[in-house]
């Protein structure tokens, strides 16, 4: 095993600069444009499991983005672990708020910065390289492993879910658990392990009103403005206390337990900072539940985007023709997307006043997932990220989504292992997006301590 | 009179190649970029004075785009009309719906396509043409004619309005009445003098929230979303019935009177037809008033613009920083742009939660204008149109707003005839934005005749 943490020490550098090499590809799968760009991710990532070892590795066709999968099956008896990331990244808009160009990674005071430099690329590579250092020291791995790397996790990975579904797949992708670095520690050099993901509901909202854009003093007064419909309709999603007017929204919603409600407490969660480092007088939640109890265990709305009218510079005396808004909720156990999109659409119907044609679009979804804590797995990584950051790891739940966790859970009836490795404030999804660079080093030791706890 | 007609008839093919010439220019005021466009058409504007045998032509400086004068003194013991008119124009986007370059005139079924082509180098070209006849035919005119053409009239006239409010200046303009196309004629083919139009108030408001874009999954139910906020504010401006929410608003507002409700009916004005032409199953608007009322003799209130957060194709999981939107308000005699704008900032503000900061802008307004019906000039005004339409005229109010009608009216002590040439279809401030040929043609027509009858 020291030897496996000496090779990682020794090649801190160089992996270093291989990050920045898979970061430099601009594999923004939101983005039709950049069709060619999550190719030659696909391929760079299908080069680092060759050259870390792995056998039979492959691009996967899809409907969309190719899946990239390798194995390593040399440990008869011990179990297997299936390791998953995605190669896709984020839109970089607004680019005039990036200290740096998004693709070009800069380091600076211990921060790697870059689109992906966190979410997805700098996490999953720690354990591509882990396995790596195993190989090339070892020449073996204390356990089975499994990679598959995605590319449409961004737009909520239709494609391999589908590709789940399949019974030849799930044959290919058989394994004990799946071990998945895409969250968030709970502080600054605090070992954490993720036992809960909220779900995921993304709706668009297009309103008509007349059939092209008109003189807002030659005809305002006389028809309905899809801008100012818009807005009666979102102001009509959630009240001034947070709660949601959807109907039925909350009927599946878990009740937040007391061992959780006490385990809460105990993180000592601070309102007062997390405000200050957002630059707000103050927060808002629906009421009745604290910061955390909010963000982990209960579902929100929020607008996303919203776009109509005139929007440069200056003042245009415009009535539009169109209005529209994204609009996503974060769901919790036992919602279910497909439900909460009905729901959603029925409302906004509705409320929505004659005057105006409307048009709403379900998106994309995920489910909400929850993890067993006593699974083999969990605790292997709970052991792996103490030894490497020094201290006792701490379980936590998340307020992002991953939907395709819960597909894994689901299709592949393995536990999911979330060793995050990011922090809150680490930009993702932002301009000027960064990974610790300590988080980097410790998060490939945890990768290596994991397959050694995970063996025993 | 003949000869001039006559002369207008021979001619009319080259004066629209030279208002394609004058169109080619993109001078949008609302944008930076176009300084040097503004000052380019504003020579062009110069040019046509001189050629037209306007004597003492002049660009006059302002802190913004230039002022052009021109007059011809010639008819002593005639009364003096001044001539205005604006060589700025709207933006042009969404750039996808125009079918033609917006700066490229297109005559199609008789009418000739291009931003700018009514509003309002159409518009003002046709009493330049009209006097340039005169001036080639019978070598003077009826009347003096004093010609003041701005480039600010889609920002608001600030400098315009500065201009007016200076002793010399006023003895530049000084003038028995005021003639001035730039506003609609009720129905095609129906010569119309407006006698009304309503005043503007255009406001900015600019919410923001976290200090920059979060990720929605992780940061959301913690702290209040600006764009939600913000529909929650233009929810509370207007209520179902249209009425305008912001205390005192309605306070100065002339009520209508029975006699302009008679007129109004007499003009026989159709809902149906109106919203089957936007394509609105429904027309909405203040309850309790007619159509024409609404438009005419009531204010409003409209978004011109919207934006927040990811506006592009696809979907982002983002919790934005900020959101704003553009807010104007038609006003009507005897309400006062700037209380407005004070009571609108002090409303808003009032209802803006304490979880998001807040800032609101007073981008420009005009106040609303209403002339006497008995006249001399609007009399003459009806009757050259009548004469050259073949038709009575009938006497409306408008929508739109032209803020420095009223300061003509206010600094100059004189009169101002609305001589309106476009229609409420043409699409002004839209997408192929389009003025009639026939207008173009009886246009110049109406103007010849004014100058005769104001003679009499």
């Not at 709970?186 to 070992?191: K, L, M, S």
């Not at 659409?345 to 006043?353: D, E, G, L, M």
């Not at 009836?413 to 660079?437: C, Q, Y």
Request: aromatic content about 10%; hydrophobic content about 35%; overall charge positive.
């Amino acid at each position: 095993m020291d030897k496996v943490i000496g090779y990682l020490k020794e090649n801190f550098d160089n992996y270093l600069n291989e990050l920045k090499e898979f970061i430099a590809i601009p594999s923004i799968s939101a983005l039709a444009d950049h069709k060619k760009d999550m190719r030659d991710c696909a391929k760079f990532v299908s080069g680092q499991l060759k050259n870390a070892g792995m056998k039979n590795v492959k691009l996967i066709k899809t409907a969309g983005n190719p899946l990239v999968y390798g194995e390593w099956m040399g440990a008869p008896g011990k179990p297997t672990v299936l390791i998953y990331g995605h190669y896709d990244v984020q839109p970089v808009d607004p680019l005039d708020l990036w200290d740096n160009p998004p693709f070009e990674a800069t380091v600076k005071d211990g921060k790697i910065y870059a689109r992906g430099a966190n979410d997805n690329k700098g996490q999953c590579f720690v354990h591509i390289k882990a396995v790596e250092a195993y190989m090339k020291t070892e020449g073996k791995l204390p356990v089975n492993v499994k990679f598959l790397i995605e590319g449409e996790e961004e737009v909520g990975s239709g494609n391999l879910d589908k590709f789940l579904k399949d019974k030849e797949n799930k044959k290919l992708l058989k394994c004990d658990s799946v071990l998945i670095s895409d969250t968030s520690m709970y502080d600054e050099g605090v070992p954490t392990i993720s036992y809960g993901l909220r779900g995921l509901c993304y709706m668009e909202i297009e309103l008509t009103g007349p059939n092209r854009d008109l003189h807002s003093g030659s005809f305002g007064g006389s028809v309905a403005n899809p801008i100012n419909e818009l807005a009666k309709i979102i102001a009509k999603l959630q009240n001034d206390k947070g709660k949601i007017l959807i109907p039925e929204f909350y009927k599946n919603v878990r009740k937040v337990t007391k061992a959780e409600k006490e385990n809460i407490k105990s993180l000592k969660f601070s309102d007062k900072k997390y405000a200050k480092e957002l630059d707000v007088k103050e927060l808002f939640g629906e009421a009745g539940y604290s910061t955390l109890e909010r963000l982990w265990a209960r579902p929100t709305l929020d607008c996303n985007g919203i776009v109509g009218g005139f929007i440069e510079k200056g003042a245009k005396t415009v009535l539009p023709s169109k209005a529209s808004a994204k609009i996503s909720m974060r769901l919790v156990p036992d919602q279910d997307p497909k439900t909460v999109a009905k729901q959603f659409t029925k409302y906004v119907k509705s409320i929505a006043p004659k005057y105006v044609k409307i048009e709403v679009k379900d998106l994309h979804g995920g489910n909400p997932f929850y993890a067993p804590l006593d699974d083999r797995a969990v605790q292997a990584g709970a052991a792996a990220t103490a030894k490497a950051f020094g201290k006792k790891a701490v379980f936590t739940r998340e307020g992002g989504s991953i939907p395709i966790v819960v597909e894994f859970n689901k299709q592949l009836k393995a536990p999911v292992v979330l060793m995050g490795l990011g922090l809150d404030t680490d930009n993702i999804h932002s301009p000027n997006e960064h990974f610790r660079l300590e988080n980097f080093e410790k998060g490939l030791y945890s990768s290596a301590y994991f397959f050694e706890e995970y063996s025993k």
